[in-house]
């Protein structure tokens, strides 16, 4: 496993609730793996602490790296280790260019104009248009994700945490954005893919269930699907959009006896 979490528990900033409960996962490097649940369930609280953010600190457990114990690292030294997190929210910094944005979190500072480009080039965008552009209001927020996500590609991680990359997107750049994270992955790198949305968790391989800060089920994707609509009462939703025709993953019967385990609990 490239990441790995063992009885991980995060509580509030007064310790006086559990966002997160024991939770514990691994993460298969060159994988996309989403962490799937609905609002307010943990997810974002997770992803902030794996990237080692001073406020979201364990209190019990431990996560490893490449099978390195970072639990105590802070987020500079994973950042050198591999580990970057693309915000639900991207920055937007007056003045300053997409090139020099970009540049910034490069390890490699040679070539940094021809690096921008190919990172620009991963998720869709023009060089030629954006390069000496500057991240400001005359961005829109689908091209700020963009190249949010171009900057994070930049750093050649190992593994990059992706936390509700399509958050305000309409449907023709949701689909863009999937056919982007297929690219990443051609470069041997791991996404850690934070979503509440159904169909778009649906591009990864496997995946962990959070409800309420408890992980329910880690597995291969469809089947984490599975368990989610199956908490959330969404049958007749399951069964048009996820599992018909030629993508069917189950069969009816299948389908209805995890419903109905659901329902017995």
């Not at 991980?8 to 691994?26: A, E, H, M, R, Y």
């Not at 690292?73 to 090139?99: C, F, H, Y």
């Not at 700020?144 to 590609?153: D, P, V």
Request: with cysteine.
């Amino acid at each position: 496993m490239l990441l790995e979490l063992k009885n991980v528990t995060i509580p509030t900033f007064d310790q006086k609730c559990l966002i997160v409960n024991d939770v514990s996962f691994g993460v298969k490097e060159k994988s996309i793996h989403a962490v799937i649940g609905p609002n307010g369930s943990g997810k974002s609280t997770l992803a902030y602490s794996i990237m080692g953010l001073s406020t979201y600190k364990i209190s019990k457990g431990k996560i490893f790296f490449d099978g390195q114990d970072i639990t105590d690292l802070n987020v500079t030294e994973r950042a050198k280790l591999g580990i970057t997190l693309a915000w639900q929210e991207p920055a937007r910094i007056d003045g300053l260019s997409v090139l020099k944005y970009l540049s910034l979190g490069m390890r490699d500072k040679t070539n940094i104009k021809e690096q921008a480009i190919e990172a620009l080039k991963t998720v869709n965008m023009k060089p030629e248009k954006y390069l000496d552009r500057f991240i400001d209001e005359s961005l829109s927020g689908g091209e700020r994700k963009r190249i949010e996500l171009a900057a994070t590609i930049a750093m050649r991680p190992r593994l990059i945490i992706l936390d509700e990359p399509t958050a305000g997107l309409d449907l023709i750049v949701i689909e863009d954005f999937l056919n982007i994270f297929n690219k990443i992955r051609a470069l041997d790198m791991t996404i850690l893919l934070i979503t509440h949305r159904e169909d778009i968790g649906m591009i990864a391989d496997y995946g962990t269930l959070l409800w309420g800060g408890d992980d329910i089920l880690t597995d291969n994707f469809a089947e984490v699907m599975l368990r989610y609509c199956a908490k959330a009462g969404l049958k007749a939703y399951c069964k048009r959009t996820l599992f018909q025709g030629d993508n069917a993953c189950f069969g009816e019967d299948y389908i209805d006896k995890i419903f109905q385990e659901e329902q017995s609990k």
